[in-house]
């Protein structure tokens, strides 16, 4: 077993994968496939759900392998070790504990030794309360009109996951009755044009304003909210803020300076990270606000399920754990550094960039959770975009250029069916047909064999040869409400945890995006003394001196 101090890459169980890698090598998808027992073992169902991971480069003995490497990171003590609020991201000294944040009325999950159940359930019946307000038009706006449109202000976290909720959400049958005649919008650039698109065609009098900041210090989230405060001021005067304005935060003295009334700010607290808080007022509200909460409820208890599978079930049929442990094998082992999540659903397209930051926050690191410079990589670059839409994108270097490992996500019910009559199938049966048949083709792919026989010309047979053999794996799930969407969220949550706690980084923190945050402090600076008074710059090096000369004496950017 490793001790807490030392790499995953000392132990046995990791040499023992890197000899393996040179079997798998030998072996091709095209002949591991054919072999049923093996396929059989890699199907896992819960809850609906059914994972396919047959066509992983694995065998049998490489998940053997992998669940030792789990027991050699003590993966479950680990996971425990979340559950019970121990303080597991360390570097912030912060427990981890978004779990509860989902976790049923009469859970207890403990952190600092306080059962925290019950003022997540608080800040819920809150949310339901005012949500409801808003909704029936009990609540109105400073001119006495119902509030029927909302913006969410926030970036990252407080904003990518609430957005693909919404996103998942907009043509569920239950959720669209319930959103009839309101509108939810998201801004989070800093970009004046993510202002303007999201007060087109809104008025203040009908908008209601959530400012979702978790330290309420974010330059560009505070800049949005005053520049909407000025909005909402000019048209109902500095008193419509009250009505207009509300507020989710951990920081709530810093929300009553803002001048929002702490009645109307929505709490969470410092063990929910910013990446998992969409369980969390960041996205329980503005989504409350939207659908009502009985619709997320359901999301909530979608998560929760989830959870209770991932904490309880053991590892080989543990579905998040088993995927983070072949996201480390594909990662650290077959040494690809990319992974595509392909999910063949309009309604999930916000699902890869949410992913993007909850997998590349987390897992991007350079050192141990002791701080021991790694020798080897962790994370992956994910990226990706609803299936079809990226088969006439990116997939041309998915089959025949680079070894990407891809998730493809199907549903088996659509949200909204369509059949044409005389067409050989419905829409969404066509669209599967592509979720059916990708990962074959990236398994088996095309040889100049089969070419031959075909009579394709031989010139072209290298160009039309697809070498097969990349990994994919399917996970199905059987409709897309608001329950599904809050599985799908859970299982990539964990996963991405699975991941760091092999790795054995601390995958809670990201001082990574704290550096470039104070070089724009000095940037911010200059501008504003070289605008007011000429300054002339200094402190930066050739390149930028030359770039922000450039760009001052070309622009002439208002000064207040
Ligand atoms: O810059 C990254 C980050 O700190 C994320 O981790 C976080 O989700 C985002 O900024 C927004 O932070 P806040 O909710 O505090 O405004």
């Not at 569920?172 to 998201?186: C, N, T, W």
């Amino acid at each position: 077993m490793a001790s807490s101090t030392a790499l995953i890459s000392d132990t046995e169980a990791w040499k023992d994968l890197k000899g393996h890698v040179e079997d798998i090598k030998k072996t091709h998808l095209r002949d591991l496939m054919t072999d049923a027992n093996r396929c059989q073992s890699m199907m896992m169902e819960f809850d609906g759900l059914l994972l396919d991971y047959s066509r992983q480069r694995a065998t049998v003995e490489t998940v053997d392998k992998l669940l030792n490497l789990a027991k050699a990171a003590q993966l479950t003590e680990k996971i425990s070790r979340m559950f019970n609020g121990e303080h597991i991201n360390s570097t912030e000294n912060r427990s981890v504990l978004h779990v509860a944040l989902r976790a049923p009325k009469d859970a207890v999950i403990k952190a600092d030794g306080k059962n925290v159940v019950p003022e997540v359930w608080n800040v819920l019946d809150k949310i339901k309360e005012f949500s409801e307000k808003i909704r029936s038009g009990s609540w109105v706006g400073a001119t006495g009109k119902p509030l029927k449109d909302v913006i969410a202000i926030g970036i990252g976290g407080s904003f990518l996951g609430p957005l693909f909720v919404h996103t998942a959400l907009q043509t569920d049958p239950e959720a669209l009755e319930s959103a009839k005649g309101r509108q939810l919008r998201f801004l989070a650039n800093i970009d004046p044009v993510d202002v303007a698109r999201n007060i087109n065609g809104l008025n203040p009098e009908t908008t209601l304003v959530v400012v979702v900041s978790k330290t309420f210090t974010t330059a560009e989230t505070m800049l949005n909210a005053r520049t909407l405060r000025e909005w909402i001021t000019a048209a109902l005067g500095a008193s419509a803020v009250a009505k207009h304005m509300v507020a989710v935060s951990t920081n709530l003295t810093l929300v009553e300076k803002f001048g929002i009334d702490p009645n109307n700010a929505f709490a969470f607290w410092d063990w929910v990270g910013g990446r998992y808080s969409v369980c969390s007022a960041v996205g329980v509200l503005p989504l409350s606000l939207q659908y009502g909460f009985s619709v997320v409820e359901k999301f909530l208890k979608g998560a929760s399920s989830i959870d209770q599978h991932f904490q309880s079930t053991p590892i080989e049929k543990n579905i998040p754990v088993l995927l983070g442990l072949l996201s480390v094998w594909n990662v650290s082992f077959l040494g690809y550094p990319a992974r595509a999540i392909l999910p063949y659903s309009q309604a999930l397209e916000k699902f890869a960039p949410h992913i993007q930051q909850v997998s590349m926050e987390s897992n991007g690191k350079g050192v141990s959770i002791d701080g021991l410079p790694l020798p080897f990589e962790t994370g992956e670059i994910d990226f990706g975009e609803p299936g079809t839409n990226g088969q006439h994108s990116f997939y041309q270097l998915i089959h025949q250029g680079r070894v990407i490992p891809c998730d493809f996500i199907g549903i088996v019910k659509s949200q909204q069916p369509v059949y044409l009559k005389g067409e050989v199938v419905s829409n969404h049966d066509e669209l599967m047909s592509n979720f059916f048949a990708q990962p074959d083709a990236l398994a088996y792919g095309k040889t100049p064999e089969q070419l031959q026989k075909e009579n394709v010309s031989e010139n072209l047979i290298p160009h039309k040869t697809f070498s097969g053999n990349r990994p994919s794996l399917s996970l199905l799930l059987p409709e897309l409400t608001a329950y599904n969407v809050g599985q799908l969220l859970a299982i990539y949550e964990h996963r991405v945890a699975v991941q760091g706690f092999v790795w054995g980084i601390n995958s809670f923190d990201q001082w990574g995006v704290e550096l470039g945050k104070v070089l724009a402090t000095h940037v911010r600076k200059q501008l504003h003394s070289s605008r007011t008074q000429g300054t002339t710059l200094e402190g930066f090096n050739y390149s930028t001196t030359t770039l922000l000369k450039r760009y001052l004496e070309t622009s002439s950017e208002p000064q207040m």
